[in-house]
């Protein structure tokens, strides 16, 4: 909660002043490079303590204005999903990022964006055989540093109504490790968990119906797959994962997505979305499109 305060107080100091400046240079430096070289910091006042997450897909039109151009923002995501290799187990996280992102004329949009979030995977240390005992059940991390690259292209049926498709791609940058201790047939032991290479793929398709006040309704269907590994540095018995890497992937390939963009003051826009696979993941962001 600190860090997404934080986050948010940095934002809100990221909107410049561009109708101020003039055509031809602001302060010797040309407009165009002036807005990059502004954008870019307020890109490192956001993401400052934080670097590159998920998210959600966000409505099927760019977030750009009309003409095209750059959006910036930031946002939270809980992201519940289930994984399996022989057994199951509810991988969840929280993640806060900051976005930044280029659209052209409400037909297409790409966007990158950069996060942290903690890790869990429920039953990891959870044993199996009375022999075993376990301090704790769940494995869990703090401080994952993840990235998000995607891309969006939008068709307008008329001023209302409009289908978009998208692709949308995550990458855990770093590893994520938690220790276990316990005791296997009255023997004390300790062993180390690892998630490594942690990524997820998703494409959809979307429908849009803009009401007014530029209020932007949308739904749509989507399909994924996601991916990752759990190493673990000894086999105990009655525990879920043995010596060595075992690949963990997500149970269900489809499912449904359906969020709200709403127009606030000073250019600012809120999307809160919601979808399902296995489990229900939500969220919101806040961006400003230049």
């Known amino acids: ?10 934002f809100r100091f990221c909107k410049p002043d561009l109708a101020a400046m003039t055509e031809e240079t602001k302060g010797g430096v040309p407009t165009q490079n002036f807005k990059i070289v ?56 929280d993640q806060i990022y ?33 022999a075993t005992i376990t301090s704790k059940s769940d494995f869990y991390q703090d401080w ?8 969006k292209g939008f068709y307008p049926f008329n001023k209302r109504f409009g289908v978009g498709a998208f692709l949308q791609g995550s990458y855990q940058l770093n590893d994520a490790s938690d220790t276990i201790s316990g005791t296997q047939g ?6 180390e968990l690892r998630v ?12 849009q119906s803009t009401l007014p ?31 060595g890497d075992t690949t963990l992937r997500n149970k269900t390939n489809f499912g449904g997505f359906a969020g709200v963009d709403l127009s606030m003051a000073m250019g600012f826009h809120l999307n809160l979305e919601g979808r399902y ?14």
Request: net charge neutral; hydrophobic share 40%.
């Open 38 to 93: 502004m954008i870019s910091l307020c890109l490192i006042l956001a993401v400052r303590g934080v670097a590159a997450a998920g998210g959600p897909f966000g409505p099927p039109q760019p977030i750009s204005k009309a003409p095209g151009g750059l959006h910036t923002g930031i946002g939270y995501w809980h992201d519940q999903d289930l994984y399996k290799n022989g057994t199951e187990h509810v991988v969840n996280q």
């Open 186 to 191: 009255g023997v004390p032991f300790t062993a």
């Open 1 to 10: 909660m600190n860090l997404f305060l934080k986050v948010t107080q940095n």
């Open 144 to 151: 994952n540093f993840l990235g998000t690259l995607g891309a």
């Open 196 to 207: 490594k290479n942690r990524w997820d793929m998703n494409f959809g398709i979307g429908l």
């Open 277 to 290: 696979a296995e489990r229900l993941s939500a969220g919101a962001a806040v961006t400003y499109a230049y």
């Open 98 to 130: 900051s976005e930044i992102g280029y659209g052209f004329k409400n037909y297409w949009e790409i966007y990158g964006r950069f996060g942290v979030a903690d890790l869990k995977v429920t039953d990891a240390f959870r044993s199996q055989t009375a």
């Open 213 to 243: 006040y530029d209020v932007k309704l949308y739904l749509g269907p989507y399909v994924y797959y996601a991916e990752e590994k759990i190493w673990s540095s000894a086999t105990i018995p009655g525990l879920a994962f043995p010596a």
